[in-house]
């Protein structure tokens, strides 16, 4: 048996587990003694023991050829943590947003319990996120007085920048609706974008557009355009909002950074300071890490 995977990890161990359990049943014992094992020491406990346990258990039986060791001429990859600060309307939303939410949160946990609680925690985290994007996404009466836009105005500044320089953009968002409102402001500045979402009908035309230069834009969902795409005459990548996994947005900037690109990538990450998407970030470095410890193994470069 054999299992063909870019990506065996994506958000937790159990994943790992369910492939071997295909490749080799029993390699990893049953599930409930993995968990017990080594995803929650690993996971929770940061227990580096049982991760290099795992790893050398894993690695006669797992071959990988990273792109670095494929294609040892790609150009340069920058990636570029932006800071975004929060006027003092959008802050002040926020924190009221963060305050009425975790009021809410302990009324519910008090009730129902943590592992019953998921939705409104869900929920909370959705808003503290829309926040910092755009009040216009935040579907309360407070957010309607809130004029400003920190992030947006950052983005397209950042745009016209990149513009002005002749280089050619993909910017990602998991919200349909934010890149609905930056290209509003990127109509508004004359400037012509393609996009590509989820209900794009014509999504040939849209690559098209972008790949023979009609457009030096591309504004394209995270979910929808994360793989399958081949648009290496981008060099430069937008992240408007931090993605929980590290594996979709590293998908998502791949659509550039592949086998064909001739430019070095520069990959901007923009990420509201004091705010939830800062913890984002240390979530994705705790599972960036979690990968690396498990598969960058002594033999990476001969598998």
Known sequence: RLCLSGTPLENNLGELWSLFHFVM????????????????????????????NLAARLEPFMLRRTKQTVLGELPAKTVVIHHVKLGEQQRDLYESVRIAMDIKIQKEIGKKGLKRSHIIILDALLKLRQVCNDPRLVKLPSAKKVKESAKLEVCIELIQNCIAQGRKILVFSSFTSMLALIGQELHKKKLSYSLLTGVTRDRSTQINDFQTGITSIFLISLKTGGVGLNLTAADTV???????????EEQATDRAY??????????????????VEEKILVMQNDKRALFDGLFQTKQQGNA
Do not use: C, M
């Open 258 to 275: 592949r086998i064909g690109q001739n430019h070095p990538v520069t990959v901007y990450k923009l990420v509201t300071e004091g705010s």
């Open 238 to 248: 937008i992240h408007y909002d931090p993605w929980w996994n590290p594996a979709a």
């Open 25 to 52: 049943p029993g390699l990893l014992y049953d599930y409930n003694s993995f968990i017990k094992n080594f995803k929650v020491p690993i996971e929770k406990n940061k227990d580096l023991i049982r991760q290099k």
